[in-house]
């Protein structure tokens, strides 16, 4: 049966958090919002009974319904076997996994630093003085902490030559970065070496390669989590 994942249609988001690893490892899903609509996926979401997710993304899987981009891919990484089988490893991918999580909040804040709920024009002050933070402190912590991780196996992916959905989850990060702040990126070019690496490997993944080149890899805009906006890039 054909795992659902309900996420917002229109930008690629946390969900393609979710798509990449889908693709990677050939996993049976159907995007369902892209193929109906976003009023589908907010009628779904409020149909649910029990304990429902707080937002999209969320899966589908037969009687299984969890939400948290972290949670959806360690559950689906465990289900297939797609870890490296020993619990101890698999904890530290999955603890990987909410830094990313954590990064992820944080770099969606660089142009939403007031509230979520405003515009940027309405918070531009503040998102300028939070990026040039963000780009001296936050960005090269958290990137040093996932290339160091990565230098512990040898690379180019966490397990090695194995790749993970922490793998698929940095390469996004990367290209992200690089859509977000691609002055910045360019000038530290070099510096995370291991996360350059994977970054180049992860698209070698044959059945991964087939989605980058395909329309249904959604390129980045300014409705998501990277958003480009030259003043915000300044150096």
């Known amino acids: 049966m054909s ?6 249609p229109q930008i ?10 889908c693709e990677a490892f050939q996993l049976d899903y159907t995007d369902m919002a892209r193929e109906q609509s976003a009023d589908a996926l907010v009628e779904h979401m409020h149909s649910l009974e029990g304990i429902r997710p707080f937002a999209p993304p969320y899966i589908v899987d037969d009687e299984v319904v969890i939400g948290q981009t972290a949670l959806i891919l360690q559950y689906l990484s465990d289900k297939e076997g797609l870890g490296s089988g020993e619990m101890e490893i698999d904890l530290q991918l999955f603890q990987l996994q909410l830094d990313i999580a954590d990064f992820v909040e944080e770099i969606h804040s660089v142009h939403h630093p007031v509230a979520n709920e405003l515009y940027y024009a309405d918070q ?12 001296g402190q936050r960005i090269p912590k958290y990137l040093i902490h996932f290339d160091n991780a990565l230098a512990a196996n040898g690379g180019p992916f966490m397990l090695g030559q194995q790749p993970t959905h922490v793998d698929t989850s940095l390469f996004q990060i990367m ?23 994977l970054q180049g490997a992860v698209p070698e993944i044959e059945p991964l390669a087939d989605y980058l080149a395909s329309e249904r890899r959604m390129e980045f805009n300014e409705d998501g989590i990277f958003r480009h906006y030259e003043e915000l890039d300044e150096q």
Do not use: C, S
């Open 3 to 8: 795992i659902e994942l309900w996420y917002w």
């Open 124 to 135: 531009m002050e503040a998102a300028f003085e939070k990026a040039a933070h963000f780009r």
């Open 12 to 21: 690629p988001g946390r969900g393609e958090f979710v798509r990449l690893f």
């Open 175 to 197: 290209e992200g970065l690089d859509y977000m702040f691609p002055n910045y990126m360019k000038e530290m070019q070099g510096t995370w070496v291991n996360l350059e690496g």
